[in-house]
Nanobody, 122 residues
Framework: QVQLVESGGGMVQAGGSLRLSCAAS????????MGWYRQAPGKQRELVAV???????NYADSVKGRFTISRDNAKNTLFLQMNSLKPEDTAVYYC????????????????WGQGTQVTVSS
């Protein structure tokens, strides 16, 4: 019912930048919140950044001041601008949307993209 497609991952040297995109489509009535998560091999998935419907943002301490989450409402696309990248930022990054569907207006559902690999070399 809802599809999220991430893009923009790749390889970059420490200190470089990448911009991730997440395009959303499907039977979305309202997007309540959006976020980016990441997971390194053998590690737990962790929250990187969140954007609430009212425009408020929150970031993990490890990325604060370096990453910026934003959205293009007209294109239904979520972005994560990543600057001053460090080797410890290496992970698979996942887009997440908490949405109300047109078919079930009383419930909120969580959807995930398939992930995009980000690799930062020292």
């Amino acid at each position: 019912q809802v599809q999220l497609v991430e893009s923009g991952g790749g390889m970059v040297q420490a200190g470089g930048s990448l911009r991730l995109s997440c395009a959303a489509s499907g039977n979305i009535f309202v997007i309540n919140a959006m976020g980016w998560y990441r997971q390194a091999p053998g590690k737990q998935r962790e929250l990187v950044a969140v954007l609430q419907s009212g425009g408020s943002t929150n970031y993990a301490d490890s990325v604060k001041g370096r990453f910026t989450i934003s959205r293009d409402n007209a294109k239904n696309t979520l972005f994560l601008q990543m600057n001053s990248l460090k080797p410890e930022d290496t992970a698979v990054y996942y887009c997440n949307h908490n949405v109300t569907l047109t078919t079930t207006l009383f419930q909120v559902y969580s959807y995930w993209g398939q992930g995009t690999q980000v690799t930062v070399s020292s």
